[in-house]
């Protein structure tokens, strides 16, 4: 059934509807607002005066009113992971199908199709593969080597499976964590052990574990933050210090033992063959990230042809002698306003194409001097070097807030869903 006429809401299966919708979406990775807005998209189709939506990390909490009457669900959420097709369907069926009067059925019928979207869309193989890829074109982007990128390769492969594995038998996240990073970073040192060379590679280790690097979350928070979104911009942010803290105290363990020496960081040589590796490398490492995002095929073109160019433009800038958070700053501002265009010519949200993209503007060689500092007890330089990290990383995050209050008015400008608004939309395929 497709009326235009509004209809009277059941308000028990009208807002288990819309709980229904937000929890996917939660579920997913994909940031507060977006899922208020959708929740309040679904409530508004089904005939709702209004609705009061508070989403946290992983609680949604919905109030639905219809004249007199009122209708509070609650749901928790297990640990959010990332699903960009799952984001990228349900944000379809928010946009087209829900600007038309619905029934709760009709809801729950779209519904059920995007949960039959495979999760994870990408088979074991090809995910290990991407990690290892992701992973090595990172070495490539910090100059580790050619040789220490495949020996990257093999250790963030068997990380990555190892992670795949744990998550299967529902381990402890911390505990996934931990068992990934360990697993990848003594590869990669056995790999140096086994097969030396003249080269000085063990510095390269950190790149092996840049695939447990929670992203998505990361900047998703920093975009909830600028809209003062705290209730889950804040609870979002330390799930992601948890996790990167867990990472770095592995790898100090590991980089105590082992006694590699600390990594000196290179100044960005504008030649012709590190930009040309760099850009490939660029594309190579965001098109993977993306894949490990749950992203369909288009979505990780999409983000791979947009960090390489970003991401050629910061080694750029940093060559000719900008400082590194800046150049991040306006990488990541290219990265918004470039991805706020490809996501309305596309039609997919934005964050599917700017996250990918922006994760390999992390400065590794700086993560591992702060990870080494700290495994030998030099606390001043570790902190310096903890602090140009995260000034890099929150610059990242200032850049795609500014891109997104530029492309985006109805975020700039805290703009609601309007109620009172007669709908009557075109629908679009929500699983294509």
């Given at each position: ?18 709980l ?8 997913s ?32 909490s ?82 580790f ?12 492969a ?37 097969m ?12 092996a ?6 992203g ?11 809209r ?144 080494h ?60």
């Open positions: 059934m497709n009326t235009n006429s509004q209809p009277n809401p059941d308000l028990a299966a009208g807002a288990n509807a819309c229904r919708l937000g929890v996917l979406l939660l579920s990775g994909a940031a507060g607002y977006r899922v208020i807005r959708a929740v309040k998209r679904c409530a508004r189709s089904l005939g709702f005066d209004r609705a009061d939506v508070l989403v946290g990390f992983n609680t949604i919905c109030t639905f009113h219809y004249r007199g009457d009122f209708r509070t669900a609650v749901s928790d959420v297990p640990l959010p992971g990332v699903n960009a097709s799952r984001i990228e369907a349900l944000e379809t069926l928010s946009h087209s199908m829900l600007q038309s009067y619905r029934t709760p059925a009709e809801v729950n019928a779209a519904l059920d199709e995007i949960v039959q979207i495979p999760t994870p869309r990408w088979g074991l193989g090809i995910s290990t593969i991407a990690a290892g890829l992701a992973c090595a074109g990172f070495a490539v982007l910090n100059q080597g050619y040789l220490a990128a495949a020996f990257v390769f093999v250790a963030a068997l990380g990555q499976l190892a992670r795949v594995k744990l998550h299967r038998v529902h381990f402890n996240m911390l505990g996934v964590t931990m068992a990934a990073a360990l697993v990848a970073s003594t590869t990669f040192l056995m790999l140096t052990e086994l030396p060379s003249g080269e000085q590679l063990s510095p390269g280790f950190i790149a574990v840049l695939f447990l690097i929670p998505f979350p990361m900047f998703s928070s920093f975009v909830d933050l600028a003062f979104d705290f209730t889950s911009g804040i609870p979002r942010l330390f799930f992601s210090l948890e996790v990167i803290v867990v990472i770095m105290l592995t790898v100090s363990v590991v980089a105590m033992i082992s006694d590699t020496p600390e990594a000196v960081a290179l100044p960005v040589p504008l030649t012709f063959e590190f930009l040309a590796a760099g850009a490939a490398a660029s594309f190579v490492s965001v098109g993977c990230f993306a894949l490990l995002f749950n992203s369909s095929r288009r979505m990780a073109l999409m983000a791979a042809g947009l960090g390489a160019v970003a991401n050629l433009a910061r080694l750029v800038m940093m060559g000719a002698g900008l400082v590194p958070f800046i150049a991040a700053f306006v990488a990541a501002l290219l990265i918004g306003l470039a991805g706020g265009l490809i996501g309305s010519w596309a039609n997919i949200p934005r964050v599917t194409v700017t996250i990918p993209a922006s994760v390999v503007m992390i400065p590794g060689t700086t993560i591992y001097a702060a990870a500092n700290f495994a030998v007890g030099d606390i001043a330089n570790a902190l310096s070097r903890f602090t140009e990290v995260s000034f890099v990383v929150i610059f990242i995050g200032g850049g795609l807030a500014v891109a997104r209050m530029l492309t985006d008015p109805t975020w700039a400008f805290f703009r609601y869903i309007d109620f009172d608004y007669e709908l009557e939309g075109k629908e679009m395929p929500i699983n294509d």
